[in-house]
């Protein structure tokens, strides 16, 4: 796929997750650090607003975080550091240099002209993995196996896509995606 045809392919969110602790006292962390709440009747963690970049951190009684909120790969480093220093700073332990991974990278994707959804499925149909019941979820679900990737494509032409964990496989998750969509307009 050209990169002239993903001009309109955009990253809303990056999830991170991983260890930056053998444990962590929640109680002491939302004490300890400005703008970290813990609510355990709404989440069994920590949820933790930072500025810089903006993101939520997540934080688990297990040593486990989770980032979110983040819009580009290159702010990982960024966010992480300043958690951890938070966290140095509140005197609270965490391991010196966690590695943390990408677990889902979200994109928004514009194909430029609506989609008649009730086609597409009838096409799609004996393809695995499509799915569309209106009454329910007003946008057509496509999982593709190669890269493993979630579509949620609308009537508008404007799609979401889930399950990334690089930009290189949702570019080629895009024209597979786009390829199937081929087919079911050849089928007229």
């Known amino acids: 796929m050209k990169e002239s045809e993903l001009h309109s392919l955009k990253i809303e969110n990056v999830v991170v997750s991983g260890s930056i602790a053998d444990a962590i006292d929640l109680e002491l962390t939302s004490d300890k650090i400005p703008g970290c709440v813990l609510n355990k009747k709404r989440f069994p963690g920590a949820v933790y607003h930072m500025q810089n970049p903006k993101s939520a951190a997540l934080i688990f009684a297990s040593g486990r975080i989770v980032i979110t909120g983040l819009i580009t790969p290159e702010d990982i480093p960024v966010a992480l550091q300043n958690l951890l220093q938070d966290f140095r700073r509140a005197e609270i332990p965490c391991e010196d240099n966690p590695q943390v991974a990408i677990k889902n990278i979200v994109c928004s994707y514009n194909l430029g002209s609506p989609c008649n959804l009730n086609r ?49 496989d949702v570019k080629r998750g895009v024209g597979v995606f786009k390829r199937k969509l081929c087919i079911a307009d050849n089928n007229d």
């Open 120 to 168: 597409i499925m009838i096409t799609l149909m004996d393809s695995e993995n499509i799915e569309y019941e209106p009454e329910v979820f007003p946008g057509l679900v496509c999982r593709i196996s190669d890269p493993k990737l979630v579509f949620l494509l609308f009537s508008s032409g404007k799609t979401i896509i889930t399950g990334g964990t690089n930009m290189d």
